[in-house]
Structure formats: structure tokens, C-alpha cells
């Protein structure tokens, strides 16, 4: 276990692999790190540039960009490449083009001999997920996608700006798909232990009114940004970290990822954003939230969204 050593393989490095790649190397999590593109000199610049940031990095990390058989030594293998969301397009809009792309790249990785852990950010990430899940024949619990993660901490920012209150304060969870149908759990909701809708009352300047356009703009976030910036991959990125870091120290740590039901929640043949106990071996535990009925309504809705679209698309595989 000494000589053990912790390898990442990053596939894709656009905003999303290469923020996350340097975000990564901030924190010190992996000591192997590998960029995998298909425009390689874009791959082999970005791991020049993060080498010339390591004596600045917290420990040291071995970077260099490589190709698919580089994945079979990897722990982790991200994938983060696909077809990017355009501004007014749903992430369920790149569900057809992404899925032919991710047969690909599933079909490359397994050649390499991999058997760690598959962690995909690529959207519609609830439904590439299940198709890396079918693609590779690999465990489920050893297939994650980044699910409503990112959704999550925009809650948790957003009510902890709204109540002044530190952002890791804030519990909370956005469930479902990491999309327009997602929902936030009310019910489970507190600051310190108290309800959040508690936290409205008798307090100047607060009201129940305002939480519905906090969950609002966390649901629209994405759309928000792309029309600013033309992408979103800062938050998604460190999300990504936190979950890597959570995988390789076997934190058992709770986070919301894209995970597949099998009579949880009352569903099953599914990935889709839940709370999930993750350690080293990939997914321990679904956590089941006590769900209120119009929570529970709303999450079989976004099931059956996530079902009637992959049923056209995966068929074809």
C-alpha cells in the first residue's frame, strides 16, 4: 500500500476537463494525473501549462497527456468530452449527438484494461451515466456521474447569501435529473438544525416567498451563465474534485451524484441525482430522503422525463 500511487485520467480537456485538471492540482488530491483529447496538442499544452505551476502546487503531481492505453493503470477515469450546451439548448438536447461520442470513448477505455472507477460531467450527465453504466458492464456502484452536485452547492450558495449565513452552513439538496425538472427537498432543508422555511419567519427582510426564486435561479443557473460566458466550468469543476477526493480518501462523504436507483425512492433502471454515501469503492449507500408528497410527485416526474428520452436514444445501442 506504500508504493500505492492514486492516477486520474481526464477524458476531454475543454473548459471542463482543463478546470478541472488545474483545480486538481490545487488541492493536491492525485500524484498521477493524464490528459486524454482527441486534438492532443491542445491536451499536451494544457499539461505543460499545469506542470509549470507545480512549484506552487501543494505536493507534487505527475502530468503529462497521453492516449487511451493510459487509462488502465487509471483509478479514476472523468469524463468530461462531448458536445458542449449552446445558449436556449436543454441538456437534453445533446442527449443523441453525446451518446454516440460516449460509445466510443467507453469502447477505447476498456481496451486499456481499466477496472477502477467511472465518473462522468458530460451532459445530459444523468443519462450518459446510465450509458457508460450499459456500455461498460461495470458495477454500478462503480459508475457516478456528477449528477446534482453543482445544483446542490448553487442551492446552498444562494441560501446562505439570502440568509448571511456561511455556505457550508447550509443543508440542503436539488434532486432529479441535473436539468429543468429538478427539485429542491424543502422538507429536508435547515441552517443549525432549524428548518430553513423556519428561518422566514419573524426575521425582517426574509419570506417564504423569496425561496421559490432562490430555487429558480439555481435551476436556471447554467442558462444564465452560458448567455454571459458562453459556458459554465469553475463550479462543476471543483465539484468534480470534491468527489475524486471523496472516492480516493474513502471518506464515506455524503454528496448528491447521479446514481442508479434500484427500488430506491420507490424507482429502478435509472441514474439519477441523489444524496449517496461514496468511498474508495465507488458508491456505498443511496441515502433516502423522507420525501413530502409533492416532493415525491415531482421526483417520479423527472424519472419518467430521464425514461422517455433514453428509451428513444439508447435503443439504437
Given at each position: ?11 476531454g480537456t475543454?473548459?471542463v476537463?482543463?478546470?478541472y485538471a488545474?483545480a486538481?492540482l ?9 490528459l486524454?483529447?482527441?486534438?492532443a ?7 505543460m ?6 512549484p ?5 503531481t505527475?502530468?503529462?497527456?497521453g492516449?487511451?492505453?493510459e ?9 468530461t468530452?462531448g458536445?458542449?450546451q449552446?445558449?436556449?439548448?436543454t441538456r ?7 451518446t ?14 481499466f477496472?477502477?472507477i ?18 461498460s458492464g461495470f458495477?454500478k456502484?462503480?459508475?457516478i ?12 450558495f444562494?441560501?446562505g ?6 455556505t ?11 436539468g429543468d ?6 422538507s429536508?432543508a435547515?441552517?443549525a438544525g ?6 422566514t419567519?419573524n426575521r425582517e ?12 435561479n439555481?435551476?436556471?443557473?447554467a442558462y ?8 459554465t466550468?469553475?463550479g ?7 468527489l475524486t ?6 471518506e464515506?462523504s455524503v ?12 424507482h429502478d433502471?435509472i441514474y439519477?441525482?441523489v444524496?449517496?454515501i461514496v468511498n474508495r469503492?465507488g ?5 433516502e ?7 415525491k410527485e415531482k ?13 428513444t436514444?439508447?435503443?439504437?445501442y
Amino acid at each position: 500500500m506504500l508504493n500505492r500511487v492514486n492516477r486520474v485520467a481526464v477524458i476531454g480537456t475543454g473548459f471542463v476537463g482543463s478546470s478541472y485538471a488545474f483545480a486538481l492540482l490545487n488541492q493536491g488530491i492525485a500524484e498521477e494525473l493524464v490528459l486524454i483529447d482527441l486534438n492532443a496538442h491542445k491536451a499536451e499544452g494544457d499539461a505543460m501549462d499545469l506542470n509549470h505551476g507545480l512549484p506552487f502546487a501543494p505536493s507534487y503531481t505527475k502530468i503529462w497527456y497521453g492516449d487511451y492505453s493510459e487509462c488502465g493503470k487509471a483509478d479514476i477515469v472523468v469524463i468530461t468530452a462531448g458536445a458542449n450546451q449552446k445558449p436556449a439548448e436543454t441538456r437534453l438536447d445533446l442527449v443523441e449527438k453525446n451518446t454516440k461520442i460516449f460509445k466510443g470513448i467507453v469502447e477505447q477505455i476498456l481496451a486499456s484494461g481499466f477496472d477502477g472507477i467511472f465518473l462522468v460531467a458530460t451532459n445530459p450527465v444523468d443519462i450518459l451515466t446510465y450509458a457508460v453504466w450499459k456500455f461498460s458492464g461495470f458495477p454500478k456502484e462503480r459508475v457516478i456521474g456528477s449528477g446534482t452536485i453543482l445544483d446542490t452547492a448553487r442551492f446552498r450558495f444562494l441560501l446562505g447569501d439570502y440568509f448571511n449565513v456561511d455556505t457550508r452552513n447550509v443543508h440542503a439538496y436539488i434532486i432529479g435529473e441535473h436539468g429543468d425538472t429538478e427539485l429542491p427537498v424543502w422538507s429536508n432543508a435547515n441552517i443549525a438544525g432549524t428548518p430553513i422555511t423556519e428561518w422566514t419567519k419573524n426575521r425582517e427582510g426574509y419570506s417564504r416567498g423569496d425561496l421559490n426564486q432562490i430555487f429558480l435561479n439555481v435551476r436556471d443557473a447554467a442558462y444564465h451563465i452560458i448567455e454571459r460566458k458562453g459556458a459554465t466550468y469553475y463550479g462543476i469543476a471543483m465539484g468534480l474534485v470534491r468527489l475524486t477526493k471523496a472516492l480516493l480518501e474513502n471518506e464515506n462523504s455524503v454528496l448528491t451524484v447521479s446514481a442508479y436507483l434500484n427500488g430506491e425512492y420507490g424507482h429502478d433502471d435509472i441514474y439519477i441525482g441523489v444524496p449517496a454515501i461514496v468511498n474508495r469503492n465507488g458508491i456505498k449507500q443511496i441515502v433516502e430522503l423522507d420525501l413530502n408528497d409533492q416532493e415525491k410527485e415531482k421526483f417520479a416526474g423527472s424519472v419518467q422525463v430521464l425514461k422517455n428520452t433514453m428509451e428513444t436514444v439508447l435503443k439504437k445501442y
